[in-house]
């Protein structure tokens, strides 16, 4: 069993940066692929950005790649999602997700395990 939490969200400026955390209980943290999810008000929940267990293989989405970077530290069992250049348009629950394996990364029903999320506004 893991259990996720996820914080860092909050209120900011358009343009501006935050970073994500997810810390996961278990020692079993390193054996998981990670994943990062949002969902927007009215919504479906869609992919943001995903890394294997030992971050060496890392894949974001088209609309965040070039602002969004996933990182982990297996050491400290968390996983983190730095943010830049924010949009309104990125206004959403973020949550992490954790998988067995590194397979269909950007679809839901392949994590086995969700945190509860994080609230992410971006102002105009």
């Known amino acids: 069993q893991v259990q996720l939490v996820e914080s860092g969200g909050g209120l900011v400026q358009a343009g501006g940066s935050l970073r994500l955390s997810c810390a996961a209980s278990g020692r079993t943290f390193s054996s998981f692929s990670m994943g990062w999810f949002r969902q927007a008000p009215g919504k479906e929940r869609e992919f943001v950005a995903a890394?294997?267990?030992?971050?060496?293989?890392?894949y974001v989405a088209n609309s965040v790649k070039g602002r969004f970077t996933i990182s982990r530290d297996n050491a400290k069992n968390t996983v983190y999602l730095q943010m830049n250049s924010l949009k309104p348009e990125d206004t959403a629950v973020y949550y992490c997700?954790?998988?067995?394996?590194?397979?269909?990364?950007?679809?839901?029903?392949?994590?086995?395990?969700w945190g509860q999320g994080t609230q992410v506004t971006v102002s105009s």
């Open positions: 997700a954790a998988q067995k394996k590194w397979a269909n990364i950007v679809t839901m029903s392949e994590y086995d395990y």
């Open positions: 890394s294997s267990w030992s971050g060496g293989d890392t």
